[in-house]
């Protein structure tokens, strides 16, 4: 769950609100197809976008709950000539009062979209991308072989997991997971990253596993993985050091930054 869906949820138990969506777009717009937000009788959760489109859906929406008339079907809302925002382009919205039995529903359906990531590695860095990135579309399963070493209290969006051996858990992650490689000792990300390495040759569905380290760092790993056999194209698909270029600092907020964006450039891959 992300914290957007948390307070869906939250609200919805104190009374009904309305679901809206953006079911399709044409041209420049202010967000993509799928995106939602909730309107409640005095508060909003999440967004379409803002400006007029928003103001005119939160008006409609509100005016349902008031017990006016329901919008009916998908509306289109062409924001140029209609609304008068600059993008020009075409939203369609899909309207739908939401109740307090809806909950479990909403939080399969709303939930789905969220990407999963593989995070080994409980240590400051990792304590910082936990945090960050249950604020983004992913869903964290946080690994370490330690016991004791994650927070009393993690965000929902993330779950936590002790495996010893630490590689052990690779097997068992989501298709289609993100793996961030961080742990507390360099033998612990090699193993790690050997064992995402034979996933991928078996399965191929780790879009992305990033190390982080050095250039020396990788180098090194480089000799060792090519003396268990893995060719230059299989390491490849290993990204170290991680993190977008340019942004400098090694306090672990600025590289767990970095590594988000990093992250959120892979999805247009997906």
């Given at each position: 769950?992300?914290?957007?869906?948390?307070?869906?949820?939250?609200?919805?138990?104190?009374?009904?609100?309305?679901?809206?969506?953006?079911?399709?777009?044409?041209?420049?717009?202010?967000?993509?197809?799928?995106?939602?937000?909730?309107?409640?009788?005095?508060?909003?959760?999440?967004?379409?976008?803002?400006?007029?489109?928003?103001?005119?859906?939160?008006?409609?929406?509100?005016?349902?709950?008031?017990?006016?008339?329901?919008?009916?079907?998908?509306?289109?809302?062409?924001?140029?000539?209609?609304?008068?925002?600059?993008?020009?382009?075409?939203?369609?919205?899909?309207?739908?009062?939401?109740?307090?039995?809806?909950?479990?529903?909403?939080?399969?359906?709303?939930?789905?979209?969220?990407?999963?990531?593989?995070?080994?590695?409980?240590?400051?860095?990792?304590?910082?991308?936990?945090?960050?990135?249950?604020?983004?579309?992913?869903?964290?399963?946080?690994?370490?072989?330690?016991?004791?070493?994650?927070?009393?209290?993690?965000?929902?969006?993330?779950?936590?997991?002790?495996?010893?051996?630490?590689?052990?858990?690779?097997?068992?992650?989501?298709?289609?997971?993100?793996?961030?490689?961080?742990?507390?000792?360099?033998?612990?990300?090699?193993?790690?990253?050997?064992?995402?390495?034979?996933?991928?040759?078996?399965?191929?569905?780790?879009?992305?596993?990033?190390?982080?380290?050095?250039?020396?760092?990788?180098?090194?790993?480089?000799?060792?993985?090519?003396?268990?056999?893995?060719?230059?194209?299989e390491m490849a698909r290993v990204t170290c050091?991680?993190?977008?270029?340019?942004?400098?600092?090694?306090?672990?907020?600025?590289?767990?930054?970095?590594?988000?964006?990093?992250?959120?450039?892979?999805?247009?891959?997906?």
């Amino acid at each position: 769950m992300n914290p957007e869906l948390d307070d869906l949820v939250e609200r919805l138990r104190c009374g009904p609100g309305v679901l809206v969506r953006v079911t399709a777009t044409e041209g420049s717009v202010p967000r993509e197809s799928g995106t939602w937000m909730a309107v409640w009788p005095d508060a909003l959760t999440g967004t379409i976008g803002g400006g007029q489109l928003e103001f005119q859906a939160v008006r409609e929406a509100r005016e349902w709950l008031e017990g006016g008339e329901a919008p009916q079907g998908t509306r289109r809302y062409p924001l140029g000539p209609s609304l008068g925002q600059c993008c020009g382009g075409v939203v369609f919205l899909a309207f739908r009062r939401i109740d307090p039995v809806d909950v479990r529903q909403l939080r399969e359906e709303l939930g789905a979209s969220l990407k999963p990531v593989a995070l080994f590695g409980g240590g400051h860095v990792g304590a910082a991308l936990a945090r960050l990135l249950a604020t983004l579309p992913f869903a964290v399963r946080w690994i370490d072989s330690r016991e004791g070493v994650f927070p009393p209290a993690v965000p929902t969006q993330v779950d936590t997991e002790h495996s010893e051996p630490v590689q052990s858990a690779v097997a068992h992650i989501a298709p289609g997971s993100r793996v961030l490689i961080m742990s507390f000792s360099h033998a612990e990300d090699l193993d790690i990253v050997i064992a995402c390495l034979q996933r991928l040759r078996r399965r191929d569905d780790l879009p992305y596993i990033g190390l982080i380290g050095s250039k020396t760092k990788w180098a090194t790993f480089r000799h060792r993985l090519e003396a268990r056999g893995f060719t230059p194209e299989e390491m490849a698909r290993v990204t170290c050091p991680i993190g977008v270029p340019g942004i400098v600092g090694k306090e672990p907020e600025v590289i767990a930054v970095a590594v988000a964006a990093q992250l959120l450039q892979s999805l247009d891959n997906d």
